[in-house]
């Protein structure tokens, strides 16, 4: 699908990844809505990228909703691309040093980074179903984000790669049920990438986690993830698949 000129809608486009991904679709001629937490800084990153922002906790269904019929009004048409990229990384032991056992964070992660991309994806794709196809058939695009953690979770990411695992398993079944309507549902699985999900991991982490990135030997760059997602959108051929995008990295168990 060509990028210009369409609605385009991404969550967590306030920062990292998604701020990446709205910037390199606006640069391309898209509309671009960002749904994000962080009101202030998703109306910053849309006030330089000419787009329009909205306040929205994706893990709620009735949000989400509203959040796609108000950006549906301002750029008078439902948006054909959709990236999800709205996501936390917390980790937890399953059973702690201690012995103590909580569900509360599997639960959040699960219900932020699974759910959360689940309800845009869901709501999104119904409003696309009834814009016209293009001339080649195509409707819309939805765009997941997983992780290499769905295949190589490290000790502590449990809740992490359970969601990421689902993002990535449930990418073949909705993009078979789609296709009748021109909908292709695609996942990136980013490696580890120089965002602020990562700035707030300990130096000698972040240090120890380059060491293991055969090549390039470096986090990767936001903008790497944001020309992979235009590639994605604009090669009609690729459906129903997750795409790691992390420099062969795999990720030892700690
Ligand atoms: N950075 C990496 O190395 C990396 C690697 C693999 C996967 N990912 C995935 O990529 C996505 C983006 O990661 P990032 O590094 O840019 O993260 P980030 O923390 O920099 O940005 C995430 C954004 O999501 C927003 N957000 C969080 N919870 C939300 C909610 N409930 N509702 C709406 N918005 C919410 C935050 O406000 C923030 O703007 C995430 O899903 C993450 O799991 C990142």
């Given at each position: 699908?060509?990028?210009?000129?369409?609605?385009?809608?991404?969550?967590?486009?306030?920062?990292?990844l998604?701020?990446a991904?709205?910037?390199?679709?606006?640069?391309?001629?898209?509309?671009?809505?960002?749904?994000?937490f962080?009101?202030?800084k998703?109306?910053?990153?849309a006030?330089?990228?000419?787009?329009?922002?909205?306040q929205?906790?994706?893990?709620?269904?009735?949000?989400v909703?509203?959040?796609?019929?108000?950006?549906?009004?301002?750029?008078?048409?439902?948006?054909?691309?959709?990236?999800?990229?709205?996501?936390?990384?917390?980790?937890?032991?399953v059973?702690?040093?201690?012995?103590?056992?909580?569900?509360?964070?599997?639960?959040?992660?699960?219900?932020?980074?699974?759910?959360?991309?689940?309800h845009?994806?869901?709501?999104?794709?119904?409003?696309?179903?009834?814009?016209?196809?293009?001339?080649?058939?195509?409707?819309?695009?939805?765009?997941?984000?997983?992780s290499?953690?769905?295949?190589d979770?490290?000790i502590?990411?449990?809740?992490?790669?359970?969601?990421?695992?689902?993002i990535?398993?449930?990418?073949?079944?909705?993009?078979?049920?789609?296709?009748?309507?021109?909908?292709?549902?695609?996942?990136?699985a980013?490696g580890?990438?120089?965002?602020?999900?990562?700035?707030?991991?300990?130096q000698e982490?972040?240090?120890?986690?380059?060491?293991?990135?055969?090549?390039?030997?470096?986090l990767?760059?936001?903008?790497?993830?944001?020309?992979?997602?235009?590639?994605?959108?604009?090669?009609?051929?690729?459906?129903?698949?997750v795409?790691r995008?992390?420099?062969?990295?795999?990720?030892?168990p700690k």
């Amino acid at each position: 699908m060509e990028i210009s000129g369409k609605k385009a809608l991404v969550t967590g486009g306030a920062r990292g990844l998604g701020a990446a991904a709205a910037r390199h679709l606006a640069e391309q001629g898209a509309q671009v809505t960002i749904l994000d937490f962080d009101a202030e800084k998703a109306a910053q990153i849309a006030g330089e990228i000419g787009g329009f922002s909205l306040q929205c906790d994706v893990r709620n269904e009735e949000q989400v909703k509203e959040s796609l019929a108000a950006a549906t009004k301002h750029f008078s048409e439902s948006p054909r691309i959709i990236i999800n990229c709205a996501g936390i990384a917390s980790g937890a032991r399953v059973v702690t040093r201690d012995g103590d056992v909580s569900t509360a964070l599997f639960r959040k992660v699960i219900e932020v980074n699974l759910l959360g991309s689940y309800h845009v994806m869901s709501y999104g794709a119904a409003a696309m179903m009834d814009l016209p196809a293009l001339d080649n058939g195509e409707r819309g695009i939805i765009l997941n984000t997983s992780s290499a953690a769905y295949e190589d979770g490290q000790i502590g990411q449990a809740a992490y790669a359970a969601s990421k695992g689902g993002i990535a398993s449930m990418c073949l079944p909705v993009a078979r049920e789609f296709a009748r309507s021109g909908i292709r549902v695609m996942a990136i699985a980013p490696g580890l990438f120089h965002t602020p999900m990562m700035e707030g991991l300990p130096q000698e982490t972040v240090a120890g986690i380059t060491a293991n990135i055969p090549f390039p030997n470096r986090l990767g760059a936001p903008s790497e993830f944001g020309k992979l997602a235009a590639d994605i959108i604009q090669n009609a051929y690729l459906n129903g698949s997750v795409i790691r995008l992390d420099g062969a990295v795999r990720l030892p168990p700690k």
